[in-house]
């Protein structure tokens, strides 16, 4: 998988590992935090339940390919947890991103 490496301002360098989806996946506490979404069809991304999830756990998932406005990226939570108070969260923007957190309990959009 490649991998992104940013500088840093006083903390050395932060890795990050890209992964690229083109289908419905559901997302699990282990996969990278950077998520690629080469969508050729509307698709949906489930985050895994965040009490399973790494309290702090982030993904980052952007629109690679510009299609978000014809090709819609929606977030779901599991067990019908929301996402910033929402059922769901939609992408349908192109080329937009958006970062995603838990605290544990819930997941927030950042």
Known sequence: MPRYSPGSSGG???SYTLTSYNTHTTLTNEMPNVISVAATASLTL???DASAATT???Y?????TGSAGT???TLSGSNGQKIDGLGTYVIS???S???ICTDGSHWYVI
């Open 93 to 95: 923007h192109d080329w």
């Open 71 to 73: 090709h819609n990226i």
């Open 60 to 64: 980052y998932i952007k629109d690679a």
């Open 56 to 58: 702090g756990k982030r």
């Open 46 to 48: 489930t985050l895994p």
């Open 97 to 99: 991103a958006i970062g």
């Open 12 to 14: 050395g360098d932060t």
